[in-house]
């Protein structure tokens, strides 16, 4: 009998940690399941992997390699050491590991993508593991890795070279698009070949700008990919980069704010993040708003490169936030639209009610047609125009026993 209740209780505490460990589990993200999110996002990493392969060679390929493998047996370690229950199945940290592994250049030392995967796994477990961190993980770990090494980070080999796999780059590293456009607000004359396909200097997996707009509208199409902050974010950038441009050559300056740096691959991976992003419609126009004004604002006037993590970053700080005062907003709305129709239903009442009381035989009045009133009769006396002065007497004034003077009232 003792043996049956502890099975039993051993069940109940199996299914509790269970529970505990996916509290979140039934969520959805544009009706769809999280983890069916995730893998569509994996399946549009790995073709920019290989990409990246076709590219920079089976160096970029190892990096993305070396992230993954850390990324998940991170998760597990962290796991373990929080006594939680490890799910092989959770396709976040597969996609966190893929998104660092192409946010970084081809020559990179594999140590810098070690510590910065396991970084990653760490930031999410601080927080409370899948479906409760605050910040996305890889773009926080990668603007701890741009802030402490940017020689490894912000530089990059030139497009095409031979990188050894398991040796050091021996070759020049040079500064990225985005670099020369924040720092010389110049870039060069790129052919629409070049930028489609990506040659220019950049990370592994961000340059490829025709892949990356198939993902996306793939990603739109399989409610992966919330459109509202997509477009809002896209709409506001534009219009204030086409105002207030990098340069002279206005149709270049804009081209080359969008493809340089990770503004593409982090508005398709990082900022469609089911976790980080608002829950609601008004939210998400909020979020765009707030991500689009400020990319312009830390690319003028910060000058700082691969300025879209930080300015997620901020983004996912204030989400939550966000769709609070968006349910405020809401309810603004509908109570002032509530008074403007009780307000105008009443005028209306008012204006039904006197055309209804109206007699049938009063007929209505144009604009040049005269009034004429009946006589009145007041019973008021006839006016002689004379004029009587009222006789007016001074009151008489006496003096009380404390010798002041008192008005005497009249006899009546």
């Known amino acids: 009998m ?13 299914a509790g940690d269970s529970a505990e460990a996916s509290p979140k589990s039934k969520r959805s993200f544009l009706g769809r ?3 069916s999110v995730y893998g569509d996002q994996l399946v549009c990493l790995c073709a920019l992997m290989i990409m990246g392969l076709w590219r920079w060679g089976v160096k970029a390929l190892v990096i993305c390699a070396v992230s993954l493998v850390t990324a998940v047996f991170s998760d597990w370690l962290c796991c373990k050491m929080t006594k939680k229950v490890y799910n092989p199945k959770d396709a976040s940290t597969f996609v966190s590991g893929m998104c660092l592994g192409l946010m970084m250049p081809a020559s990179i030392a594999y140590r810098y993508v070690i510590f910065g995967s396991a970084l990653a796994m760490g930031i999410k477990h601080i927080f409370g593991g899948k479906n409760n961190y605050v910040f996305n993980p890889a773009c926080l770990s990668y603007a701890f890795l741009a802030i402490c090494w940017p020689s490894q980070v912000l530089m990059f080999p030139a497009v095409g070279d031979g990188i050894p796999v398991f040796e050091d780059y021996g070759g020049t590293l040079s500064s990225g698009l985005e670099s020369y456009l924040i720092q010389l607000g110049a870039a060069k004359q790129m052919s629409v070949s070049d930028v489609l396909l990506g040659n220019f200097l950049g990370p592994i997996g961000t340059t490829h700008v025709l892949v990356l707009a198939v993902c996306g509208v793939c990603l739109m199409f399989r409610r992966a990919l919330s459109p509202t902050v997509t477009f809002v974010t896209f709409g506001v950038f534009l219009a204030l980069s086409a105002l207030f441009p990098s340069y ?13 740096g990770n503004i593409l691959f982090g508005m398709l991976f990082l900022a469609s993040d089911p976790q980080t992003s608002p829950a609601t419609f008004l939210g998400k126009i909020y979020y765009g708003m707030i991500i689009g004004i400020l990319l312009v604002v830390f690319r003028h006037l910060t000058k700082t490169e691969s300025s879209f993590v930080y300015v997620l970053l901020i983004a996912n700080a204030v989400s939550l936030h966000i769709d609070l005062f968006a349910e405020n907003t809401k309810k603004g709305i509908k109570t002032a639209v509530k008074w403007l129709k009780n307000t105008s239903g009443s005028f209306e009442r008012v204006r039904k009610e006197a ?3 109206k007699p049938a035989d009063r007929k209505s009045l144009g604009d040049t047609q005269e009034i004429i009133l009946p ?10 125009n004379k004029i009587i002065k009222a ?3 001074p009151p008489k004034i006496v003096r009380g026993k404390d010798n002041l ?3 005497k009232e009249r006899k009546k």
């Open 2 to 14: 003792s043996v049956l209740n502890n099975n039993a209780a051993l069940s109940a505490k199996e």
């Open 33 to 35: 399941k999280y983890h």
């Open 248 to 260: 002279d050559y206005y149709y270049s300056a804009i081209i080359i704010e969008i493809i340089c």
């Open 355 to 357: 055309q209804r009381d």
């Open 375 to 384: 006589p009145v009769n007041y019973n008021m006396p006839a006016v002689d």
């Open 391 to 393: 006789a007016k007497k």
């Open 405 to 407: 003077p008192v008005r």
